[in-house]
Nanobody
Framework: QVQLVESGGGWVETGGSLRVSCVVS????????LAWFRQAPGKEREYVAG????????YYGDSVKGRFIITRDNGKKTVYLQMNSLKPEDAAVYYC???????????????????WGQGTQVTVSS
């Protein structure tokens, strides 16, 4: 099991940018699928972006494609989510997640991840 700690959330105006970070401890990033999910009040947890378990592929949710970029620094054991052209509908708690067992077809399913951070709030004003 690894521990995940998110940071970098905050308030931003519509059209602005924000970067959130997820520091992983208790293990290396190797072999883990790493992902960002988000959850707004009253809504299902939504897949935002993620890496395959090999780290060689990145995936994005349809609502953020072309605006958000996921990156990682293996040496710092940190995963980043750069969020650009933010919209009010992007406002949510953003969670980092990791799994060593998730299969490719389940990467977008939050139930397939067993390691979660506490979340960081992103607020976008209209």
């Amino acid at each position: 099991q690894v521990q995940l700690v998110e940071s970098g959330g905050g308030w931003v105006e519509t059209g602005g940018s924000l970067r959130v970070s997820c520091v992983v401890s208790g293990g290396t990033l190797s072999g883990y699928a790493l992902a960002w999910f988000r959850q707004a009040p009253g809504k299902e947890r939504e897949y935002v972006a993620g890496f395959s378990r090999t780290g060689g592929y990145t995936y994005y949710g349809d609502s953020v494609k072309g605006r958000f970029i996921i990156t990682r620094d293996n040496g710092k054991k940190t995963v980043y989510l750069q969020m650009n052209s933010l919209k009010p509908e992007d406002a949510a708690v953003y969670y980092c997640a990791a799994s060593r067992t998730v299969i490719t077809s389940e990467l977008r399913n939050h139930r397939a991840y067993n390691n979660w951070g506490q979340g960081t709030q992103v607020t976008v004003s209209s």
